[in-house]
C-alpha cells in the first residue's frame, strides 16, 4: 500500500498570505467576525495583529464604509480618492479631515484641512455644483446611502470623482449588503467634453443554514459634451442615474429567473407534476418491504 504524501506545513509568509485574503473578502459588515474566525486558524494574536492595520485599512477604503463624525449625527466616506495618509481622509463637504480608526471603523477626530489637502480653488465650482445636483438623486435612490464629490486639478482642467455607497445590515435575518459606486469625469484638453468611467460594485451575503454570496461589478465609459458647470453637472447626474438604475434593473430580471434557469441546472429535475417525492410518507413502509425480501 502505498505511503500517504505528507502534506507540507505552511510558512508564517504562506498563513498572512492567505489571512489577508480572508479578510479583504469579508462580506458587507462581517470583517470583526472573520478576523475573529482567521484569529482561531492562525493560534496566534500576535500574527494577526500584525496585519490588522495595514488589512483594515485597504478594506474600509475599498468598501467605502461610513463613519459617524464625533460630536455630531453627520456622516463622512472613507474612500480612496479622498485619502491623505494612513488614517487621514478628506470630507469634501465640509471642507475637514477625519482621522480615522480603521480597527474600530470610526471617526476619532476633525479638523479644518490643510490648502494643500483641501479642494483646489479652480475645481471648487465644478465639485459643488455636482454636489448639489445629485443629492437628490441618491436621497430618492439609496434612502441610507452616503456620497462624497472629491474635485482635483490636472494642469488646468478640473477632475471630479463621485462616491456613491449604500449598506444594509440585517444579520438577525441572516443577509447583509452593500452598493458601491464611483463615477470619475474629467475635462478634455480642449473642455470641449468630459471623459467619464464609472464602477458599480454589488456584494449581498444570505447566510440561513448555507453561505451564499452575490459579488457583482459593473463598469461604464462614456463622453459628455461640456457647457457649464450646473449643465454639466445635470447631464452627469442623468446619465448615472440613467445607467445605475438600468443596471439595477436587470440584477433583479437576472435573479429573479435564477430558479428557472441556472438553479434548476444545479439540481435534480422534479417530475413532470412538479412534486417532490414524499419520502417521510412512504419511509416505513419501504423499510418493512425490504426487510421482508431479506428474509
Not at 25 to 38: F, K, R, T
Not at 199 to 221: A, S, W
Request: with cysteine.
Amino acid at each position: 500500500m502505498a505511503e500517504e504524501e505528507e502534506i507540507p506545513e505552511l510558512t508564517t509568509e504562506e498563513k498572512l498570505d492567505i489571512a489577508k485574503k480572508l479578510l479583504l473578502q469579508s462580506p458587507p459588515g462581517e470583517i470583526l467576525q472573520v478576523a475573529s474566525d482567521v484569529k482561531t486558524l492562525l493560534g496566534d494574536d500576535k500574527l494577526l495583529n500584525g496585519i490588522a492595520s495595514e488589512v483594515f485599512k485597504q478594506y474600509n477604503t475599498e468598501q467605502m464604509i461610513v463613519v459617524t463624525l464625533p460630536d455630531s449625527e453627520d456622516k463622512a466616506l472613507v474612500t480612496t480618492a479622498g485619502e491623505i495618509d494612513a488614517t487621514h481622509y478628506l470630507d469634501p463637504r465640509s471642507g475637514q479631515v477625519l482621522t480615522v480608526d480603521h480597527i474600530k471603523q470610526v471617526c476619532t477626530e476633525l479638523r479644518p484641512a490643510e490648502e494643500k489637502e483641501n479642494t483646489p480653488a479652480e475645481a471648487q465650482p465644478y465639485r459643488k455644483s455636482l454636489q448639489d445636483a445629485v443629492t437628490n438623486y441618491v436621497k430618492d435612490s439609496f434612502p441610507s446611502a452616503e456620497f462624497a464629490v472629491y474635485g482635483t486639478i490636472s494642469g488646468s482642467n478640473p477632475s471630479l470623482t463621485l462616491c456613491i455607497s449604500s449598506s444594509k445590515f440585517s444579520p438577525k435575518n441572516y443577509w447583509n449588503g452593500r452598493w458601491r459606486s464611483t463615477w470619475t469625469a474629467a475635462l478634455s484638453g480642449d473642455k470641449s467634453s468630459w471623459n467619464v468611467t464609472g464602477e458599480i460594485q454589488v456584494v449581498v451575503h444570505y447566510f440561513e443554514e448555507g453561505n451564499v454570496q452575490l459579488d457583482t461589478k459593473h463598469d461604464v465609459t462614456l463622453t459628455l459634451k461640456a457647457k457649464d458647470e450646473a449643465a454639466d453637472a445635470a447631464a452627469l447626474t442623468a446619465e448615472i442615474a440613467k445607467t445605475e438604475q438600468e443596471y439595477l434593473a436587470n440584477l433583479e430580471e437576472t435573479y429573479s429567473n435564477l430558479s428557472e434557469t441556472t438553479f434548476k441546472d444545479l439540481r435534480r429535475t422534479l417530475p413532470v407534476t412538479r412534486t417532490k417525492f414524499p419520502w417521510a410518507q412512504v419511509q416505513h413502509s419501504l423499510a418493512s418491504e425490504l426487510k421482508r425480501n431479506a428474509k
